[in-house]
C-alpha cells in the first residue's frame, strides 16, 4: 500500500459488544466520512494482530456515530474475530476523499514536512498519533532521536504545505 495515496483517518485498539463489532478512534469525528457500504483498508498496528503489514480491504456493513464510533464490516460476526486483527490503522483512498479547503489539509499531508526551528533544519515529521486530547507530531531529528510535540499552534505556528515545510517554535532543549 503506497501512503501517499492514502488518507489515514483513524485507529482501532477496542472490539465492541460479542457480534464482530469495532470501536473506531477516528482522528475528526465530526467530519468523518465514512458510511455504510464504503470500502476502507485495515493495517497492522503491532505484530500481534493478523492483518498484514500492507493492509486488507474490508466494505463498512453499518457504522454508528455517537460517544463511540461503532462500526460493523462485511465478513466479521465474532469478536474472537476482531480480536484477531486488532490493533489497527483505519484507510481510505486519498481520490475518495474531497480536497481540502484553502488553509486546510490532511494529517497525512504533514508526513515527511522538513521541521525548521528559527530557519534551521531540525528534522522532518515522521509520523503523527492522536493522544486523546490531540494530535502528536513524531519528529525525526537530524541529530537523531525523536521528538513528539502536540500540534498545537503554539510550537507548530507555520505550516506551509506547498512549501514542504513547517515551523516549530523552541519546545526547550531537545
Known amino acids: 500500500m503506497k501512503e501517499d495515496k492514502y488518507i489515514q483517518l483513524g485507529t482501532c485498539f477496542k472490539p ?10 477516528l482522528f475528526n469525528v465530526e467530519e ?3 458510511k455504510k457500504n464504503q ?10 494482530s493478523s492483518l498484514s503489514g500492507d493492509g486488507k480491504s474490508f466494505k463498512i456493513e453499518s457504522i454508528r456515530f455517537g460517544n463511540k464510533v461503532i462500526v460493523r464490516l462485511e465478513g466479521i460476526a465474532d469478536r474472537n ?9 483505519i484507510w481510505v483512498q486519498r481520490s475518495t476523499m474531497q480536497q481540502p479547503v484553502e488553509g486546510e489539509f490532511y494529517l497525512n499531508d504533514l508526513l515527511k514536512l522538513e521541521v525548521y526551528q528559527a530557519d534551521e533544519l ?13 494530535t502528536v507530531l513524531v519528529i ?3 541529530k537523531g532521536g525523536e521528538l513528539e510535540l502536540p500540534f498545537v ?6 505550516v506551509d504545505i506547498e512549501g514542504k515545510r513547517i515551523e ?7
Not at 531540525?122 to 490531540?134: H, K, L, P, R, T
Not at 516549530?168 to 531537545?174: H, L, Q, S, T, V
Open 153 to 158: 499552534d503554539q510550537f507548530f505556528p507555520v
Open 39 to 48: 470500502s476502507i483498508i485495515l493495517k497492522s498496528e503491532a505484530p500481534t
Open 122 to 134: 531540525v528534522g522532518s515529521v515522521e509520523s503523527f498519533y492522536d493522544n486523546g486530547a490531540q
Open 16 to 25: 465492541h459488544g460479542i457480534k464482530g463489532e469495532f470501536i473506531f478512534n
Open 168 to 174: 516549530m517554535n523552541n519546545p526547550g532543549e531537545f
Open 32 to 34: 468523518s466520512t465514512l
Open 140 to 142: 525525526s531529528l537530524l
Open 81 to 89: 474475530i476482531v480480536e484477531d486483527i486488532i490493533p489497527f490503522t
